[in-house]
């Protein structure tokens, strides 16, 4: 018997799941996101006019975010110091994040009181910059391997678009109002999009610590939801609608559910399950034995 | 320019925890709470095993993720290098814990003791403006800054040096000044086998691990 020793880099300390941001911090990713996204869409879709669908919009989406604001509050350990958050504008998206959603709730206000085109086009903004915002609070957690990946702010966005999108679609076709060739065939390619930088998410390194966590991502359960249900058949509906418009109501409601539905299932997906804190390495030699 | 920093060498630690134990009385940690901790790791598959003690904590980092991702300005670098929460400031949101790499950070959810009511030792010592904020390792400051403040070399001095590096049995903790050449911390930090933990992060941690 002879040895031979290799040094090379090692877990000494396996992933485990990370378990300080719960349920309440995904209803903060999922509402903020959904509420966001969802004026961005109502209001590109009015061509920055004051259409019934912005008016519910208004009313509904700045709710949402604040919802999502309390909801994470909750989760800290002193809430009541909330206000101090936003003291760190300079190097935190935590901080930003919590700002731009003010603005965005005085803009969306501003422009319910006094209506003009500047105060929704500055809106849209805002809740652009809430989506992005909210990607870069998981992009810098560099503890958590499956969120520190520099494609995550562009998930969030498009997250943002896509659960915003449905909730477009469910209120325009739940209050009869017909859709445009062009705003479906502009919504098809949206999810295309998200979907392949979804896929690209998933396969993003080979880094073995990355695979172990987005693995439960890819899993036939999640992927059926996530892929199936929240990207291919929005897909498919949308250009069911697109081929036979007589049906195009209740076939997109249904998309819009779904959108919704697979954005926020991929959202608590990741933060809850692919959460998983960074397996701690070190460089060690080991002897191997050999036969001699 | 002082520049605090721990070498740590896993060849002499025996895994006895007596660091850890250390910490949570110099500190008055209560009993969910650990600072630092002895990983206990076995590496390679049989027959290639090796069992081996890794002790954790925060690593100092010279470029702390944890500080400019807290919303509050809680987490905190001084210039000699030490990161530490200022309890006042903290909301206790663990973003900081998101985002450092070496699962450093704690979040005290309540002052639990290990009995249904504190034992004396433990309400002497209870922190209340520790509840619900996030905590880590200080490298003891009070304790080096005190030192310091009566003339006494931090690493060398025991009424300077950290609590854990002071109990080790096994010497196997060494606390110092990694900018001064002659300390034992920076010949150990400038030793070949020495390394940090995980520098594909990009964090320069200060303390540094031997190991074969």
């Known amino acids: ?292 | 320019m002082t520049r605090w920093g721990m070498a740590v060498d896993v060849r002499r630690c025996v895994g006895c925890q007596t660091c850890t134990i250390a910490c949570k009385q110099e500190h008055g940690l209560p009993a969910e709470t650990a600072w630092r901790f002895v990983a206990d790791c076995e590496v390679g598959e049989y027959p290639d095993v090796r069992r081996l003690f890794l002790p954790m904590q925060c690593m100092h980092c010279a470029q702390p993720p944890c500080v400019p991702v807290c919303p509050t300005g809680a987490s905190r670098q001084r210039e000699d290098g030490i990161v530490w929460v200022h309890d006042d400031a903290c909301v206790g949101c663990g973003y900081c814990a998101m985002a450092c790499p070496y699962q450093a950070r704690h979040l005290v959810h309540t002052g639990s003791g290990y009995f249904e009511t504190p034992t004396p030792s433990e309400a002497a010592r209870a922190h209340p403006e520790r509840h619900g904020v996030m905590t880590k390792c200080t490298f003891c400051k009070e304790r080096v800054d005190g030192g310091v403040g009566r003339g006494l070399r931090p690493g060398v001095d025991p009424d300077a040096t950290p609590m854990c590096a002071l109990a080790c049995i096994a010497g196997a903790i060494v606390f110092g000044d990694l900018d001064d050449p002659d300390s034992r911390v920076a010949r150990l930090a400038a030793d070949p086998r020495a390394q940090v933990l995980m520098p594909e992060c990009g964090t320069e941690p200060r303390v540094y691990y031997l190991a074969d």
């Open chain 1, 1 to 292: 018997m002879t040895t031979a020793t290799t040094a090379r880099c090692r877990v000494m300390i396996p992933a485990q799941p990370q378990v300080l941001w719960g349920w309440p911090a995904v209803a903060n990713f999922v509402l903020g996101g959904l509420g966001a996204g969802w004026y961005v869409v109502a209001v590109l879709a009015a061509g920055f006019e004051r259409s019934p669908g912005v008016t519910v919009a208004s009313w509904v989406a700045p709710v949402l975010v604040m919802a999502g604001f309390a909801a994470v509050a909750g989760e800290a350990g002193r809430p009541r110091r909330g206000p101090r958050v936003l003291t760190r504008l300079r190097t935190s998206w935590m901080s930003r994040e919590l700002l731009i959603g003010i603005v965005f709730v005085s803009l969306v206000a501003a422009d319910l009181i006094f209506p003009l085109r500047l105060h929704r086009a500055q809106a849209v903004v805002a809740a652009s910059l809430l989506a992005l915002a909210q990607g870069f609070i998981v992009r810098r957690a560099r503890g958590v391997t499956a969120w520190d990946v520099p494609i995550v702010p562009v998930l969030f966005v498009l997250s943002a678009l896509l659960s915003g999108g449905g909730a477009y679609l469910l209120v325009e076709t739940g209050t009869g109002r017909p859709l445009t060739p062009t705003t479906v065939g502009v919504g098809v390619a949206l999810v295309a999009a998200a979907f392949v930088a979804w896929g690209r998410y998933l396969v993003w390194t080979s880094e073995d610590s990355f695979v172990r966590a987005v693995a439960p991502l890819r899993a036939t359960g999640s992927a059926l939801v996530i892929d199936g249900a929240g990207y291919g058949l929005p897909v498919l509906l949308g250009l069911l609608a697109l081929a036979t418009p007589a049906t195009a109501g209740p076939v997109l409601a249904l998309a819009g559910a779904l959108l919704i539905i697979g954005q926020a299932w991929a959202k608590a997906r990741l933060i809850r399950v692919a959460g998983q804190l960074r397996p701690i390495t070190l460089t060690i030699a080991l002897a191997k034995r050999r036969s001699s």
